[in-house]
C-alpha cells in the first residue's frame, strides 16, 4: 500500500513545502484539500495548475486525490452542486490528481430515502464529466452517512465506475461498524482510505496515529489480507483543533507506525 497524508493537517502550507514534507518524510503522495483558503483550490490558473503538476511531478511526490466539499445529498437545487463538483473534476484533471472527494451532506428536513436519491441523481450526472476526464468522484463515508452501509445506499443507485467511496475509518467507527464489515461492504466501490487516531468517541480531538481508539491494527488487517494495494490517507485534523500538536513533527512517527502495521499484517 501506498501512504499519503491530507494538507487538511497543514492548513495554509504552500505548494513548495507540502511537496518537501511528504518528499523528507517517506510518503508517497498528498491529498489536498482545496478550499479557497488553501494554495490549491478551483480558482487557480491554467498556467498555475500546470505548475502545481510540474512540482510534484519534480519531487516524484503523487496528488493522490482532492478533497472538496461539494455535499451531494444536500436539499435545494442540483445545478450549484453539480457546478461544484465539475469545477474540482477539472482542476484533478489538470494538476493530474485522480480522484476527487465529495461529502454526502444530507439534511434533516429530508428523509433518508430523499436524501440517497439526491446524492445518486447527481453522483451519476457528474460521473459523465468524470469519466471524460479519467478521475473518479469518491463519496466519503461522512455527516449523514457516516457508514458503509449508508454510503452504500447511495452508491448502490449510482451503480458507475467513476463514482466510488473513500472510507474514513472514524465515521465507520463512530457509526458502530467494524473495519471487516466497513471494508466487505465498500469493497468493491473503495477508492482509498482515510486513516487517523483520536482520544475516543467523545474528544476527537486528532492524536499522533497509535495513541487513540481507533481499531487502526484491523483496519490494516483487513485490507492487508484481502490483497487491497490502494492508498492510506492519514487525515490529521489540525485545521479544526488549534490545540492539536502540529503535523510536520508527526509525519515520520506516523509513516513508520504504519508501516509496522503493514508489516506486521502481511
Not at 457546478?83 to 429530508?110: N, S, W, Y
Not at 441523481?121 to 466519503?140: F, S, Y
Not at 452504500?152 to 473495519?179: F, K, S, Y
Not at 484491523?218 to 502540529?246: F, M
Amino acid at each position: 500500500m501506498k501512504l499519503a497524508f491530507s494538507t487538511l493537517g497543514v492548513p495554509g502550507l504552500a505548494v513548495s513545502e507540502v511537496v518537501g514534507l511528504a518528499a523528507a518524510h517517506g510518503y508517497h503522495g498528498v491529498e489536498l484539500r482545496t478550499h479557497p483558503e488553501e494554495p490549491v483550490h478551483p480558482g487557480l490558473t491554467p498556467e498555475q495548475r500546470a505548475d502545481v503538476a510540474a512540482e510534484f511531478k519534480a519531487a516524484g511526490v503523487e496528488i493522490l486525490g482532492l478533497a472538496g466539499y461539494a455535499r451531494v445529498a444536500a436539499p435545494g437545487a442540483d445545478e450549484p452542486v453539480l457546478a461544484e463538483v465539475r469545477a474540482l473534476l477539472d482542476l484533478a484533471h489538470d494538476v493530474g490528481a485522480p480522484f476527487v472527494r465529495v461529502f454526502p451532506g444530507g439534511g434533516t428536513e429530508q428523509t433518508p430515502e430523499e436524501a440517497d436519491a439526491t446524492a445518486a441523481r447527481r453522483l451519476g450526472t457528474a460521473a459523465q464529466h468524470a469519466n471524460d476526464l479519467g478521475v473518479r468522484i469518491l463519496l466519503e463515508t461522512h455527516d449523514s452517512h457516516p457508514t458503509g452501509a449508508d454510503a452504500m445506499r447511495i452508491l448502490g443507485l449510482v451503480g458507475h465506475r467513476r463514482v466510488g467511496a473513500l472510507w474514513d475509518v472514524m465515521h465507520t467507527w463512530l457509526g458502530g461498524e467494524q473495519p471487516v464489515e466497513s471494508f466487505a461492504t465498500l469493497s468493491p466501490h473503495l477508492g482509498y482510505v482515510q486513516v487517523k487516531d483520536i482520544a475516543s468517541a467523545e474528544d476527537t480531538t486528532p492524536l499522533p496515529l497509535g495513541a487513540g481508539v481507533l481499531p487502526l491494527t484491523d483496519v490494516v488487517e483487513v485490507l492487508s489480507r484481502h490483497g487491497w494495494e490502494g492508498w492510506l490517507c492519514w487525515e490529521y485534523e489540525k485545521r479544526w483543533y488549534e490545540a492539536a500538536a502540529p503535523l510536520p513533527g508527526l509525519l515520520s512517527p506516523g509513516r513508520e507506525h504504519l508501516t509496522r502495521l503493514l508489516t506486521e499484517s502481511a
